[in-house]
């Protein structure tokens, strides 16, 4: 998918369709590159201002929860009449002694194609058309009136209808419909789910890979094993509590609970009482986790409250001391992590479900114990699903098409980032030349995907010309993937050095619908405020197809 794209650096640049909006990368000074909002600077002595007005009154930009004033990054949304533009953000940027500038995809012309915000059909006509078919049960429902624009930038007034579904054998599912608002037809729909310190005791699985064994142990206990780091707990009446105030992590005892016991609410975890893993522990036996409370070992995997703890631990623990990141996540923590599910074939990651400002669930990440093609997975499950949570809070990008295609690609990259950062203390523990995901969890010994070459796995694409809409997310990920892997090869680069860029990118300058030639734009930026050399940025992704318009070269 080619999106249609003008440069508001040349504002004769810019046309506009016979009925259809027009949309634009903006990419400079403020008071050029959005010439048509009155106030192009929102960082005011006061704080940053909720609302961005335009000189055509019915366009606005909606201040976003995630905009960080510290860091001189503000986020807004575009609005029409009151309706936010679906996907559509800007990203005002300020720096000491220099003019605020401006990024992202801005729209006009939506007054051509929509005279009244009033549709035809009420939210339950909607709620009947989709919900209606729905025998699963359906929780965390929202429905919210949005503007959508389609492939030819044709605007149409619209709902956004979103829930979570399952049942006891199906994967928990989040479908996601935009829903013309006068004629009822579905626009466009998706899955939002991603599938997929004293403390001490075993670790790992007992697979072999290429480098090292899969057994190992958290901490230096156990004679003759291989060590990583210890976990957190906290110590309290002879009991170990695996628990902080980041992580916490449940052990739901290896039951057949199923799929529709997720995502649990918070009445549902008060209601069941649902606790962190304790077990008994002092100085003499060493806070030794032995079996997990005796429901491990389980299918190969030896200890996965140790590894969880671990493992997630480390992922929020690399964000903030390696890439500058605090609170990765976010406020809404400890994030609940649960281990120990029968007959999951699976793992995924779920971020804070809230409506009209209330939570109703806790963000939590399901460890399921495997089956017939995974164990119960360990350090790259956990990297890449939080990771997924780091996206949520930031860009928010959209779990299909290209923009799904970069949120997984920037999950399997956290992965290899958390490998990286693990080797520097342990260098046992990876070859730094494996550039696979899931080796480790997959029973057979063959990996998910490869980064260093997607199409290995017979499915995966590595350049944007074989790219379609029909492909799945995991599949188109190869691309940036494959750019990832290229830039970190470059002469003075590194993976800490490519990572940290594709970390700024997300939190400053991509948007729900970027796109690969978009989202290259990010990269570039956050390389330049790095003061680095942008050329081998731009030549990596030029390897893979992708080019940014604004840089070119």
């Not at 949309?23 to 403020?30: C, L, N, T, Y």
């Not at 992922?315 to 809404?332: A, C, E, H, S, W």
Request: proline letters at 4%; a negative charge; hydrophobic letters at 35%.
């Amino acid at each position: 998918m080619k999106k249609r794209i003008v440069s508001l650096f040349v504002i004769s640049t810019v046309i506009s369709s016979v009925n259809a909006a027009t949309q634009a990368i903006v990419w400079g000074e403020s008071t050029k590159a959005l010439p048509q909002f009155m106030q192009a600077h929102p960082f005011k002595k006061q704080g940053l201002l909720q609302t961005v007005k335009s000189q055509q009154s019915d366009y606005k930009l909606e201040l976003q929860n995630n905009s960080n004033h510290a860091t001189r990054h503000a986020r807004y949304q575009i609005t029409y009449k009151g309706v936010p533009v679906w996907g559509y953000q800007v990203i005002f940027h300020s720096k000491d002694g220099a003019k605020e500038t401006v990024t992202g995809m801005n729209i006009t012309g939506i007054e051509q194609d929509i005279n009244s915000i009033e549709g035809k059909l009420s939210p339950n006509d909607i709620e009947q058309k989709i919900l209606g078919k729905v025998t699963e049960p359906v929780k965390f429902k929202n429905l919210k009136k949005v503007i959508y624009i389609d492939k030819g930038n044709k605007a149409h007034l619209a709902y956004h209808l979103s829930y979570y579904s399952n049942s006891e054998k199906k994967h928990v599912n989040a479908p996601n419909y935009l829903i013309d608002a006068n004629s009822g037809e579905i626009l466009k729909q998706w899955d939002e789910v991603r599938h997929e310190r004293i403390g001490q005791g075993l670790g790992g699985n007992a697979f072999t890979l290429p480098y090292r064994q899969g057994m190992f142990q958290h901490g230096n206990a156990l004679p003759g094993l291989p060590s990583l780091g210890k976990f957190d707990v906290n110590v309290e009446d002879g009991l170990c509590r695996v628990e902080n105030e980041s992580i916490k992590v449940m052990n739901l005892e290896n039951h057949n609970i199923g799929y529709d016991f997720f995502p649990i609410t918070i009445f549902a975890e008060s209601v069941l009482n649902l606790s962190a893993f304790s077990y008994p522990c002092n100085e003499t036996n060493l806070f030794l986790n032995y079996a997990d409370g005796r429901t491990g070992p389980v299918n190969y995997a030896f200890s996965p409250v140790n590894d969880t703890m671990y493992f997630a631990q480390q992922t929020l623990d690399m964000y903030q001391k390696v890439y500058g990141v605090n609170r990765p996540i976010g406020d809404d923590l400890p994030i609940r992590a649960y281990t120990h599910l029968g007959d999951m074939d699976n793992a995924f990651a779920v971020p804070t479900i809230s409506l009209d400002g209330v939570v109703l669930a806790h963000q939590q990440i399901v460890i399921g114990n495997g089956d017939e093609f995974l164990t119960a997975p360990a350090q790259s499950v956990l990297g890449h699903e939080l990771s997924h949570n780091f996206t949520a809070l930031h860009s928010g990008l959209m779990y299909e098409g290209q923009s799904g295609g970069i949120n997984e690609s920037f999950s399997d990259m956290a992965a290899i980032a958390l490998l990286d950062y693990l080797s520097k203390d342990y260098p046992w523990y990876w070859d730094g030349e494996d550039w696979t995901i899931g080796r480790e969890a997959v029973k057979s010994g063959q990996p998910i995907r490869y980064l260093d070459d997607p199409a290995k796995d017979g499915m995966s694409i590595g350049h944007a010309s074989e790219y379609t809409d029909a492909l799945d997310v995991h599949i188109t990920s190869g691309v940036f993937n494959k750019a990832f892997y290229l830039l970190a090869h470059k002469p003075g680069w590194s993976i800490r050095k490519a990572f940290q860029v594709m970390v700024d990118a997300n939190m400053n300058y991509w948007s729900p619908i970027a796109y690969y030639d978009f989202a290259a734009c990010g990269v570039i930026q956050a390389t330049i405020d790095k003061h680095w050399d942008k050329t081998p940025v731009i030549e990596a992704f030029a390897e893979v197809g992708v080019v940014c318009p604004m840089h070119k070269s």
